[in-house]
């Protein structure tokens, strides 16, 4: 009996569950395809966005450590001791005054669309930068954060350039030049390489796409160019090179270089502007150009040299870095290992003998670390890029073209040359305009009895180290 | 009663202490110094560039002591700071005509 009602039961029951299930379906299937698709569309949106600000926030905040305390640790314990505070000054000054800057018309002169070598002034002031994304150069993130991670570049340029007019440029005269500066070589120059429309840009639509992944010409070709007309111009420190003007503390130069190291994953991997494989592959290729540089440059110290010095360690480190720059989100591990192997032996030539055959005074060797470095970088990144690495270009199909020279596309070298050349031309040409600016206003050099005396105390009344009181 | 001023290595500088320990000498004056004599000092490159580094760091050591202790302290001295090499040091014995002591303001002669 009880087995006959279970039968009944089930008999009822299975039909109706499958039609239970069978409406569930139906109504489920409908609502898919409409409002809970785009729901969960956007929370994936979301959730790849919010990955993607957490990493850009992370690399912005990294880069802003290279300028301080990385380059003005770097730069510092390359100065003699009299000197020290203000070559750290100089490079926290700009920390503030590039920001300012940026917020006023800076952020708006490189990416808001102009013409084809300055932006135009639809940002200034940061208007219509918040929390969307811009479309044009990273649509994941906000706007804001793409700001914030840029101003970071435009600090560090300028900074770099301290270290050729080290212990002998005004801090008056520093602010003046810089402010012309950033507004007049790194704007065109960063709207040119990185804006939608510039004459360089290889991603939106420029006449010579020049690759520059994370800033080779933009950054350092610039600095490093400007540096060495900054040290022509101002001269010799007095003394120089007759008296001896050794590093104060290598120490301090050593954990300067190692901040940077550390800083440049945030410069170059973040200059993917996602958490992506992308990034990955830079941060890998910018790793192993450091190794190799620093390998190269002590190789080619002990050969000729007879012995390896931490300083040369650290000078080659940061030359492979500077190298890897360009090319860090364009080629694979192996070729950046050659990319900073020959930057470190490059660089290592440049700081060693072509500086002292010339008798120019780059105090700290900008010019040989940067503008040497990001020049063979930027040529080298014209021959290992790969569209393996980086399809950057590609047909009306959304095939990926060949995009350097072992990639089948040798004409991209000629590009790169145009790039190198502009921002040579620029550097070069608006540095000496500047500088004569600025010596009218201010004036730009120190005095011979500030120099003896030290900048330190005359151009800030205090001392780096009060150690014995 | 005799000044006594060594120059010595620095590596040298407790060894002399505890030397002039075992002549009894109760106080000392230890001063850090750089300078040159026979020893030319070392070559150091930056970069590329070479500097001379001809001014060595020396540590100066000034005890007053009577003057029938001056040749045994004096011999403790150099049996303490010598390796044979050249940048040994020198020892000086100038004669101190007076000697105060701060505290009481009484003149003592050790």
Not at chain 1, 9 to 20: D, K, N, T
Not at chain 2, 1 to 9: F, T
Not at chain 2, 19 to 28: E, F, H, K, N, W
Not at chain 2, 37 to 48: E, L, M, N, S
Request: aromatic residues 8%; neutral net charge; proline residues 4%.
């Amino acid at each position: 009996m009880r087995i006959a009602v279970a039968i009944v039961a089930l008999w009822l029951l299975v039909p109706a569950a499958a039609v239970r299930a069978q409406s569930a379906n139906g109504g489920l299937g409908a609502a898919v395809t409409q409002a809970d698709l785009a729901k969960l569309d956007q929370r994936v949106t979301a959730a790849q966005s919010a990955a993607d600000n957490a990493w850009m926030l992370v690399s912005a905040a990294l880069v802003l450590m290279m300028t301080g305390p990385g380059l003005a640790l770097f730069y510092g314990g390359l100065v003699r001791q009299k000197n020290t505070l203000a070559i750290m000054m100089q490079c926290f000054a700009l920390m503030a005054l590039v920001t300012v800057l940026w917020g006023l018309v800076g952020y708006s002169l490189c990416f808001a669309e102009g013409t084809p070598v300055i932006g135009g002034f639809s940002h200034v002031l940061l208007r219509g930068v918040g929390a969307d994304p811009n479309a044009d150069y990273a649509g994941t993130i906000p706007q804001q954060t793409f700001m914030i991670y840029q101003l970071m570049f435009a600090i560090i340029t300028p900074a770099l350039i301290t270290g050729a007019t080290a212990e002998r440029m005004k801090f008056s005269g520093t602010v003046v030049f810089m402010t012309l500066w950033s507004l007049c070589v790194y704007a065109p120059l960063a709207h040119m390489v990185w804006g939608k429309g510039g004459l360089l840009n290889a991603a939106l639509g420029g006449r010579f796409p020049t690759l520059d992944f994370a800033g080779g010409t933009v950054v350092h070709i610039t600095s490093g160019v400007s540096a060495l007309v900054c040290a022509l111009y101002l001269g010799k420190r007095t003394g120089y090179p007759k008296e001896p003007m050794p590093p104060h503390s290598l120490v301090l130069s050593f954990i300067g270089a190692c901040l940077l190291w550390v800083g440049w994953f945030g410069f170059n991997a973040g200059s993917a502007l996602a958490s992506n494989g992308l990034a990955t592959s830079a941060f890998v290729a910018t790793h192993f150009a450091a190794a190799t540089a620093t390998i190269g440059w002590l190789a080619a110290e002990w050969t000729t040299r007879g012995r390896p010095s931490a300083l040369g360690a650290i000078s080659g480190a940061v030359a492979g870095l500077v190298a890897i720059t360009p090319a860090s989100g364009f080629v694979g591990p192996m070729p950046a290992m050659l990319i900073g192997l020959a930057a470190g032996v490059g660089c290592f030539l440049m700081v060693i003998f072509v500086k002292g055959l010339f008798g120019y005074d780059d105090a700290l060797d900008a010019f040989g670390v940067h503008g040497a470095g990001g020049t063979i970088g930027a040529l080298l990144t014209g021959v290992f890029a790969t569209r393996a690495v980086n399809p950057i270009f590609k047909d009306p199909q959304g095939q990926a073209l060949p995009v350097g020279l072992i990639d089948g596309h040798p004409f991209q070298i000629v590009y790169q040359l145009v790039g190198i050349a502009m921002a040579w031309a620029f550097a070069l040409v608006g540095t000496v305009a500047l500088l004569k600016i600025t010596d009218f206003l201010v004036g730009v050099r120190a005095s011979e009895d500030q120099e003896i005396e030290g900048l330190d105390l005359t151009e800030h009344g205090e001392e780096a180290y009060n150690l014995e009181m | 009663m005799k000044l006594i001023k060594a120059i010595v290595r620095p590596n040298k500088v407790d060894d002399v202490k505890e030397a002039l320990g075992r002549v009894s000498l109760p106080g000392m004056t230890v001063t850090e110094v750089r300078g040159h004599g026979k020893q030319k000092g070392h070559t150091a490159i930056y970069r590329g560039k070479e500097y001379d580094v001809s001014l060595l760091p020396k540590m100066q050591i000034e005890v007053v002591v009577p003057d029938n202790v001056v040749d045994d302290a004096v011999a403790a001295i150099i049996q303490a700071a010598r390796t044979g090499e050249i940048g040994d040091g020198r020892v000086f014995v100038i004669p101190v005509e007076q000697s105060y002591r701060i505290r009481t303001g009484e003149r003592s002669d050790l």
